[in-house]
């Protein structure tokens, strides 16, 4: 039989020069979401605690959750592992190009689904006045599902980072400064992401308070006028740093580094399910 080494194929799924047969960035992100498991599983089980024996005056949760609200962004994030998964599927067969698209949309999904957590915490603080202080159900639930939208976050930003270095060159030119590109990339990026969630959540709380209607549309445009002037400036930006510039450093051989950062996404995907049952399904059984 022919070896990977022999026809010059790379392994993507084991490394010969590793004890374990296992690629050592792997196997530290496994342990690390190992440790993340029981991290989760103390808050999950502290919020379930809880809610079988709910001291006096606590929310009821039926009367707070948008049900509707919290399925369409369960729907998003679902959406977005199998994006992360054509990604890692794309680098390994060498489609750099694909590998981006599912990139960006991995990215936008995440966003959609950190705006989705924004504005619902902001209608549960000021429509029902649950804090993360006045009460059990607060601290516990703000708690477990603020934690894990900072792993959301924490993995849209890795996202973007991976994006950008897909575009490092391979031989950069003499006397260039390939550095403060790559910085001047991912803030375009960031600026980008907020910008958008800033003024589609801006739109958003419009539509909810006035309807739809010229006047409120309008209205938003003008009160957000330097973010959609920053949004459009940032796209312009992201679509210049995405031009054709000649040979990447980026190829297969990175394809650990997408899978790394896939086991992640995932991850954070199982546990939202485990959330979105224990916290949010639970309450209407």
């Known amino acids: 039989m022919t070896s990977h080494a022999a026809t ?15 690629p050592n960035k792997k196997l530290l992100m496994w342990a690390f979401l190992a440790s993340d498991c029981m991290f989760f599983g103390t808050l999950i089980s502290t919020h379930l605690i809880y809610r079988l024996h709910p001291p006096p005056g606590n929310p009821v949760p039926r009367q707070i ?4 609200l919290t399925s369409f962004s ?4 679902l959406m977005s592992s ?17 590998m981006r698209f599912s990139l960006l949309t991995t990215i936008l999904f995440g966003s959609i689904f950190l705006g989705g957590q924004v504005f619902e915490f902001n209608n549960f603080v000021t429509e029902h006045h649950m804090t993360i202080t006045n009460s059990i159900l607060g601290t516990t639930f703000y708690t477990l599902t603020g934690t894990h939208g900072t792993h959301v976050a924490i ?21 260039s400064y390939p550095w403060l590109g790559n910085v001047l990339h991912v803030l375009a990026l ?8 800033k003024l589609v959540l801006s739109v958003v709380w ?37 031009r054709p510039a000649g040979p990447v450093h980026f190829d297969q051989r990175n394809a650990v580094d997408v899978e790394m950062m ?8 199982i546990v939202w399910i485990v959330i979105f049952t224990a916290v949010y399904l639970l309450e209407y059984l």
């Not at 010059?8 to 296992?22: F, K, P, R, W």
């Not at 959750?65 to 509707?68: A, H, T």
């Not at 930003?157 to 950069?172: D, E, N, Q, T």
């Open 190 to 197: 960031l600026a980008a992401i907020l910008l958008s969630m």
């Open 155 to 175: 993995g849209v930003l890795w996202l973007g980072l991976m994006y950008v270095r897909s575009f490092k060159a391979a031989a950069p030119a003499p006397g």
């Open 8 to 22: 010059g194929a790379i392994d993507h799924h084991h490394d010969h020069t590793t004890s374990t047969g296992i």
């Open 262 to 269: 896939g086991l992640y996404w995932h991850f954070v995907d």
């Open 65 to 68: 959750f948008d049900i509707p």
């Open 74 to 77: 369960t729907f998003i994030l």
């Open 206 to 242: 419009g539509l909810q308070e006035h309807g739809l209607s010229a006047a409120t549309l309008g209205g938003v445009a003008r009160a957000q006028f330097l973010a959609i002037i920053g949004a459009v400036v940032a796209f312009g930006a992201l679509r210049w740093f995405a």
């Open 82 to 98: 199998l994006m992360m998964a054509l990604a890692v599927n794309a680098i390994q067969k060498g489609n750099l190009k694909s």
